[in-house]
């Protein structure tokens, strides 16, 4: 049904009828690009995933509206860093609505085709007059291969820019993330802009967006914080030469396509979260449901004593039991089965005679994967996290100051 | 109904009925008390507060059994240091219960009026020889003022031993607890053990123990992991001059001397967290029912990111609004008002002109009351933690090595 996905080995090449662009507005303490513009040459088809936090950020909530009235006619994305316009009430919506008056006004279109996307502190109103100022200059340095200076542009506590192209039967997918802290499943916190110059109706792009979300950005948790600005989204350009249909396998390359740049992006987060030192998978199989495996995944990453365990390169096994144990999901503790690597820790719920210098020398690895096995079903499920380091606490002790 | 509570000066002096020792029986890797024990000279009503982590160790299986099976014949508690006897299958039970046989031997009782608990680390199997070499030794050592060696005994990351008295109306209540990481409401990962001289039905020991806890250990988060562990225990002797029935006040002085004694012990927990530099109190007001004050409370006390911000003294209080946000809880964002101390920062959801200085000031103190009134009802609840540093990430880092 679908064919050869291919990486593009030159990242973020430019989609067809997209430009990108990122500059500084002087939004942030140093000088460094802040302002970054996404634009179509066309109305696109657009979807979108948002924060499931109930203390939503201005921006969210502009662009849930808009996605729901507007969702087949989206020319353009402004996002800002340094200011996360949440927490800012009427202002920092009519501030959020100003952004997106001026981009359309300097890219001759309707301001309800334009979403805006912020990250950075919250409860600071946007600089509004640096905004409008940068909006031209983001504007007038529109191109094509553009996206790098767009990825750059979005970054906060971010240590590289994060990017992904892909290339699947015809179709050509791209896309930008930022996020390295407040980064949680349901959503991830974290912004990203994916472009596909697929011909897409509006409902087979919110189903293969909303299958890619949870397959990469769902899965991943850094420190299991929730942001109150979690959003991606997707535009749709149809400059390509594909239109995707539901039933001839087109949707099917379209989604792998999405996920593959999701996932892509998402590991980037992960591999990038705050402080890390250590990427690592945890799998739990065995499960009754995918969501029961899921639920013990996400606690397991979140949990601070595994996070600690695997930054001291401590093969600790008995905290990511104890997790499990405490995930809220029926569980028969004497049928739990634990694997670092290949090295079998853990049957029937009690150790094995494993080998403890090669545990330890699995847990110091940079990367690791955990398999815990349930013996209750056939589901599982894998959820990516990192390390809790020092710096961890380095960067988010001054965030602000 | 119920008189003057008074905090007793000289901790622990002891309860009429009960002696207590904390002897070393060579668990540790460096010599250190490690065993304690704690002895009714008669049969004792006896209740008990136990995990709900679903990965149980072994002595949590056999107390919690011979709490329902014997609840008012209990004569002795029992508690190791350094092993959990956790994930430790067929032979954990076994020892745990061989414990229990050679205390009840020494003590001249029956094995089914002895406790035992175990602390320290996961997966590893009690070293027998040295419990059974250890259990005479501290049976000679009992003394009426011997529980601050047994508090003494029960620590592991714990930096200072754990004890509380208090008097009401003729009730003494004292108690002894360990505990600094791993610490969660519901159970907060830890051991405590409380004698009083009343005599008390079992019923309403269990009663004024289940409502003592709620109050105190329920409340407190150092680092949101809950163990396979957790248990607190009351043991009434009978041997003062009080008599506790439902109907006459009693019951009542009972549950407030109780809930004394725990809310001192869960406190100390608090300020010995982990690495921990900062007390930090989470009300929440406002709140249609206690339960989702104490849901949105936690989900605050247990965020990395509002941890880490008080370490750095950071009074980044957007971090607090998004974790309320995320706790799973129905809320309204633009209701939220924010306090620390008493500097309100928010209001109607977003910031109001507040003294940056002054809150930065209040967030680097080493006692802090953060009040969220959520503006939905008239319900309130407080929770307990402490902030996320290096030494929390030291410590866990090589927590077996």
């Known amino acids: 049904m679908t064919g050869i996905l291919r990486q593009v080995r030159h990242f973020i090449e430019g989609v067809k009828g997209f430009s990108a662009s990122g500059i500084d507005a002087g ?139 892909y290339e699947i039967d015809g179709i050509n997918v791209s896309g930008i993330a930022k996020g390295s802290g ?21 409902v087979l792009l919110q189903r293969a967006l909303r299958e890619a979300v949870d397959r990469s950005f769902n899965r991943i948790v850094v420190d299991g914080d929730m942001s109150t600005n979690d959003s991606v989204v997707v535009m749709a350009s149809g400059a390509g030469d594909v239109t995707v249909a539901e039933n001839d396998g087109t949707l099917a390359s379209l989604t792998i396509g999405l996920s593959a740049v999701c996932m892509t992006l998402a590991r980037q987060i992960v591999y990038d979260g705050e402080g890390a030192t250590k990427f690592i998978s945890i799998r739990v199989t065995g499960a009754r449901s995918i969501e029961e495996a899921r639920q013990i995944g996400r606690t397991i990453a979140s949990s601070t004593l595994v996070k600690t365990a695997f930054y001291g390169g401590d093969a600790n096994w008995g905290r990511i039991l104890a997790a499990a144990g ?76």
Chains 1, 2 share one sequence.
């Open 27 to 165: 939004l942030r303490k140093q000088p460094a690009p802040d302002l970054a513009l996404i634009a179509a040459d066309r109305p696109c088809a657009a979807a979108g995933v948002f924060t499931t936090n109930l203390v939503r950020a201005a921006p969210v909530i502009v662009d849930e509206a808009r996605l729901r009235a507007n969702p087949d006619r989206i020319r353009a994305i402004l996002i800002n860093a340094a200011v996360a316009n949440a927490c800012t009430g009427e202002p920092g919506l009519y501030k959020a609505e100003q952004s997106a008056i001026w981009t359309a006004q300097a890219l001759n279109c309707r301001p309800e085709e334009v979403l805006v996307m912020s990250t950075g502190v919250i409860g600071v109103q946007l600089p509004i007059e640096k905004i409008q100022s940068g909006i031209p200059v983001a504007v007038s340095e529109l191109r094509p291969d553009g996206w790098s200076s767009a990825a750059r542009a979005i970054m906060t506590t971010d240590t590289k820019p994060k990017r992904a192209s």
């Open 182 to 202: 407040m980064i949680s499943p349901n959503m991830a916190t974290m912004l990203a802009v994916v472009a596909t110059d697929a011909n897409v109706p509006v």
């Open 326 to 401: 405490r995930a809220g999901v029926e569980l028969n503790a004497k049928k739990l089965a634990l694997w670092y690597d290949d090295l079998q820790l853990v049957l029937d719920g009690t150790p094995v005679n494993y080998d403890e210098a090669r545990a330890n020398t699995i847990a110091g690895q940079p990367e690791i994967t955990i398999k815990l096995d349930l013996g209750m079903g056939l589901q599982e499920a894998t959820v990516w996290t990192c390390d809790l380091t020092h710096e961890y606490v380095d960067i988010n002790g001054h965030y602000r100051t």
